[in-house]
Structures are given as C-alpha cells and as structure tokens.
C-alpha cells in the first residue's frame, strides 16, 4: 500500500496519459512519451573511436570494428585460394569446363614450295626476259651524220662572199645547220684540244659587223677580198687575224696580233697587241677582166689593158724591189676596244664553229678537202 506522502506527490505529476490544458488553449496537450531502446546485448564499444555512431534515436551505439583483410594469396594459390599446380604438373590444355583435356598432336607444317611451282603445285609460267638495252648509236653513224652536215653547210655558203651576198633565206639555212652541228660536238673541250684547235683556219662565213668594212672592199670594181684567215698558236698563246685584199696590179696583207688566256673549256678571252701591213705584192702581168660592173652598167676593160701592156716591165721592176722591205707595225693601244672573247661551240679535225661579241664565225681549216668545194 501507497505511503500518504507518495499519494499527495502522484497527485500533483501530471499522469503520461492524461492530457494538460494550457490557460487559452482549447487542445489538449500531450506530453511525449520517449522511449528508450533497449542496449544491444553484447555490443562493445571501439575504444579508438570514442563514444561510437549515433543511430536514428540520437543514441551512440558501439562501432563495430571492421574484419582484418586477408593478405594476397601466394603466388601458388588462385583467386579461390586453391593451390595452383605447378608448371610441371599443370594439364597442357583445358576445355571450356576447366577439366583437363588431351592436347591435340600437331602435324608438321609442309615445307615452303621450290621456287619451280607454284601455290598449287604446278610448274609457273617463265617469267618475260628483260628487253634488251638500246645498243648505243656507233661511232660510225655518227662520223657520217657530222660528214653529211659539214657538206651542206660548206654547199650553203657557196658564193655568198663569206657572207655578204647570203639572202635571208641563205642566213635562215646556216643558222639551222649550226645549231645541229653544235647539238653534235665531238669535243666538248675545245680549249683543252690543241692539237685540233692549233693551226691556220680560213674563214668562209660571218654575221660579224666589225667585219663589214672589208667584206664591202670586196664588192668594189677590180677589187676582191682574196681570204681571211685565223692562225693559233697553242704553244705561245697567240691568235694572229689576217685579211688579204688583191687588185689587178698587187695584193695588200694586214694582220692584227692578240694574246689570249682560258677562261673556260670552250672560251678565251682575246687582247689585242699590234697591227701589221705587209708590203704590197706587185704582178709581174697586168691581167684584166674584159669587162667590170659598175652601178648597173657593164664597161669594158679593153683599151685599158693595151695602155698598160707596155708597163709590165716597169710593174715588175717595182715588185722586185718593194718584196724584200720588212711589214710596218703598229702598237694597239690597250684599251676596252681592244679586248673581245671567243667562243668556240664546234671544233674537229675540219671545222671550226665560234661566236665572239654576237657574231658568228664560221672556219675551215688550211689544207682540208672542204676548201676544195668553195
């Protein structure tokens, strides 16, 4: 039985089912009841983390500390932890259920076919031989095409007057023949050649203006321009041009002397030294044409060659007296104008092509069959 004084103090708690009216308040008011869960039987606590997690109900329950994690298997165990057989005892082959199974005998692979057959076993079709090699051009063929070329070019300038009298047609003609002659050079080294570059060459074509003065010479009445020639000497490194100009009654020679030096296998460069006039060469006999052309009109040389029939002992006389005098030289001044170079594009035993300055220079060499067609 309730003590009296336990009674009185239960009367003034309010009951945990009976409801509290607040002054003003026309609901109810309830306490709430908290409960409380029960401790976890055997939970202990983890004394590195304090006090534990707390739960949904703001309690701290004990963590759980986690498990140790296993070390590696060792290198004879599987992820199973099963023993792995070692190499020596290990099945070869497997099937698809990991049972062991019993490998296969290989067959030996067959050997590479002989390079005789084919993939199939038969005999290949013999490979194409290689076509042969153009067979070079002979020498031959070569000398006769040149032969044939220097025929035309000498059979062109006959009659032009070394090149005065060509027509546009003519020029037109030795241009191409040139530039095949020049494409078929036997010597590439001109220069280096001397002995098929030393010696006297007789000129029988030009295109060259400084030549022109005496080219004109030539077309004047009982006058003709009997040759102009180019002597070179390889040994002392000189180039001596002469011109020869004759009339009825004498000749009259002029030469022009220049030293040269290699600039290339095909070129020299040319310094002009001294001029030289040979005395004259007086006839012994006056021989005049019947007749000579002047402007246009035909005159006759008759009475002419009566009047001087009696002075051919006179003529004579002269010429004995005036050969022995030695030539008249004359000093180049060294000078801009006296310096030219020269290009040699053809050169053999026969023939001789240079252009020096723009002009062009077409020579035969002194004692060649070719001289004999002009």
């Known amino acids: 039985m309730a003590s009296p004084l336990f009674a009185a103090a239960s009367l003034l708690l309010p009951s945990p089912c009976r409801s509290f009216h607040p002054p003003g308040s026309r609901r109810p008011f309830r306490l709430p009841l908290r409960s409380r869960r029960p401790a976890v039987a055997g939970a202990r606590r983890n004394k590195g983390h304090g006090r534990g997690i707390p739960d949904e ?4 329950s004990p963590s759980v500390p986690e498990p140790p994690s296993r070390p590696d298997p060792p290198i004879d165990d599987d992820e199973w932890g099963r023993d792995v057989p070692s190499s020596a005892s290990r099945p070869a082959v497997t099937d698809e259920w990991g049972e062991p199974g019993v490998p296969e005998p290989q067959s030996i692979s067959q050997a590479d076919p002989p390079t005789n057959d084919d993939e199939w076993g038969g005999d290949p079709a013999p490979a194409p031989a290689p076509a042969p090699a153009p067979a070079p051009a002979p020498v031959e063929a070569d000398d006769e095409r040149r032969d044939e070329l220097k025929r035309c070019l000498v059979d062109t300038v006959y009659g032009s007057d070394l090149g005065i009298r060509a027509s546009t047609e003519v020029r037109g003609e030795v241009v191409e023949l040139v530039t095949q002659l020049e494409a078929a050079n036997p010597t590439p080294a001109p220069v280096q050649a001397t002995d098929l570059l ?4 007789i000129l029988i074509y030009t295109a060259y203006s400084e030549l022109l003065p005496i080219l004109v010479v030539g077309e004047a009445p009982l006058l003709k321009v009997e040759k102009i020639s180019q002597e070179i000497d390889t040994k002392s490194m000189t180039i001596v041009n002469a011109s020869t100009i004759s009339t009825p009654f004498a000749s009259f020679s002029f030469s022009a002397t220049a030293s ?95 252009r020096g300055d723009g002009g062009l220079f077409i020579l035969i060499k002194e004692g060649s069959s070719l001289l004999d067609k002009l």
């Open 57 to 60: 109900w703001g309690e701290r």
């Open 198 to 201: 030393e010696g006297n060459w």
């Open 260 to 354: 040269f030096d290699v600039q290339s296998p095909s070129r020299i460069e040319v310094q002009f030294k001294e001029g030289s006039f040979q005395p004259p060469e007086i006839s012994s006999s006056v021989d005049l044409p019947a007749d000579v052309d002047i402007f246009g009109q035909k005159i006759s040389l008759g009475p002419v060659q009566q009047v001087l029939n009696p002075l051919q002992e006179a003529f004579a006389r002269i010429a004995g007296s005036i050969s022995g005098q030695p030539p008249l030289k004359i000093p180049i001044p060294s000078n801009n104008r006296a310096r030219s170079w020269l290009l040699t594009t053809y050169l053999d035993k026969d023939l001789r092509i240079s």
